[in-house]
């Protein structure tokens, strides 16, 4: 007989340190045609970020630099921050960007790593990024150099085989994208866009000749679908042959692959409402590849789901079978396509795939991943839901009911709630395997992920939707979600939390503002002062608030109400608060000034800082006592104080 315990106390098998453990983050997937490639972070050492090999059937091998981690600062985010050189012998050849120093690297086999660019002027920073190569062995980055009075980037070129000479090929915009050379070597496309845009907004792409002489820039810039794609947000541009190239632009509502030609104007390739990439947060997203010259390799995300296939660029969608509800960094690889994913009941990693001739059925296998900590028997998987929110918006999310082979909770009784507010707000939660909600669901909590308004996945309206809302919508939608499960008996409706990351630890701190049916909210490096936001952040989100408040001076109002930190007085929960000290993005003040204000205020309030940690923890002692923290948090206002395991 299964032994009866409260919700939230059960002996689950998933200990702490083994969910941080399994928090591996892996990205920037590319293929030489022999093996593949990608990076890997390592709670474990610091987060120390590496670079993987691993031929399909073969064992991943790191084979950066011992001791060197790889990340790019460029926007704060990243992305980009290394790429496989051609014409090297048969040891694997690649450039990099050092996460300390931010210089980039050119690296081959054992031999010492050669600097390509210098150290930068006194006085300035310089982040690099976007990195790609070209047939001639050049590596192309984007610039960003931190001056006193802002930020500078530019288009650069260096020569690995010249000790790194450069050439500057483009300056003058606010930010630049998605760097494309041409197969011949003789053009170069590009996305750029100003403030107050974010990329998910509006970009242009433009496409240039590339001279002969390492001093030249780009001649002849033409934009293209200046007047088709006014005003669209324009990404991921790639060559299918010499004069043609596919994108991504959502000018029709959704973002979906186009082509254009020369001397041509772009033409939408697919029209199905799905999202064929995400947000640009970073650089180097690859949600579609060229797999001849009518021919596209594809992600797609609808249903709440990623799906994987082919389209032709007379519209025909093939979608393969293959076991991920999560995909990301497409690439072509030995005939076939390889990605990483995750799937629902186990942790995901590195899958490659052959094509089928039509589509359907073909070979897969996972290339690379973490053993699962847990029995499938154990694991919680994410239930699509759909409920109706206060302006008739449709709200989508996942449900994770608490689940544990063998323990069940009292008769009559229904299971506390954890709501998870994802960051961004641009951004969307996923249906695949998380150790945190399985950490969470494992002990007798039901989690539910809100992909509110403003989410991403569900095409350019549900977008923007949030526009002018951030610190209302938001919150309602998680509101309404709670009670709608509340109301159909799934979870206790006394005893409910919310939690988020960033701009989503905003919409949990603000849920006890705008409302009393939450217990406790956790914030991890959240936003509490929107105005110390807008005042402080980094470049590329300093007009990011534009949209989503309002423009300051004029709307300076809404900033001061929607801001938690002003709003103590009507908290109706405890909180806990965790932050890193070395955040750029929400920096460590707005956290101490929250806390100051709760504790004056004689609101229950924690908070825990972390020495050492950014805008996103990534060092497993960190994340473990994070991780703790909260379960003892909840235990104590969710549970009364019970026993937990």
Known sequence: MSPQAPYGTWDSPLAVAEVAAQRVPRYALASDDTALYWLEGRPQEAGRVVLVRAAVGGEPVVV???????????????????CLVPGGDDRPSFAYVEERSQRVYAASGDAEPIALTPEPPAGERWHHGGLVAGASGHVLAIRERHLDVGVERSVIRLDPRMGGSEATLRAGRGFFGSLSPSPDGTRLAWVAWDHPNMPWDATELWVGELADGDDSAVETPLRVGADLLEGSSVDQPVWLDADTLALVADAGGWWQPWRWRSGGAPERICDLDAEFQGPAWGLGQHTIVALGP????????????????????????????????????????????????????????????ELAPTGGD??????????????????????PISVSSRGGLEIHGHFYPPRLSGWQGPEGAAPPLVVHCHGGPTASSDAGFDPMVQMFTTRGYAVVTVDFAGSTGYGRAYRRSLDGQWGVADIDDCVAVAEWLADAGRVDRHKMAIRGGSAGGLTALGALVRSDVFAAAVSWY????????????????????????GPLPETASRYEERSPLNRVDEITGAVLLLQGEDDPVVPADQTRRMAEALTARGIRCEARYFAGESHGFRRADTLIACFEAELAFYADVLLGGEDTA
């Open 64 to 82: 950066s630099p011992p001791a060197t981690s790889i990340r790019s600062r460029v926007h704060e985010y990243g992305g980009g921050a290394w």
């Open 362 to 383: 073909a070979a897969w296998i996972q290339v690379s991943g973490a053993l699962a900590p847990l029995r499938a028997i154990d694991v919680s998987v994410a239930e």
């Open 526 to 549: 959240g936003v509490t002062d929107l105005v110390s936001l807008a005042a402080t952040t980094h470049d590329f989100e300093s007009r990011y608030t534009d949209r989503l408040i």
């Open 294 to 353: 009518d021919l596209l390799g594809c992600v797609w995300r609808g249903g709440g789901a990623d799906h994987i296939g082919t389209v032709r660029t007379d519209g025909a969608l093939a979608e393969l079978t293959q076991p991920c509800v999560t995909a990301s960094s497409l690439c072509a690889h030995v005939g076939g396509l390889a990605w990483l994913g995750q799937i629902p009941a186990a942790p995901g990693g590195v899958w490659w795939s």
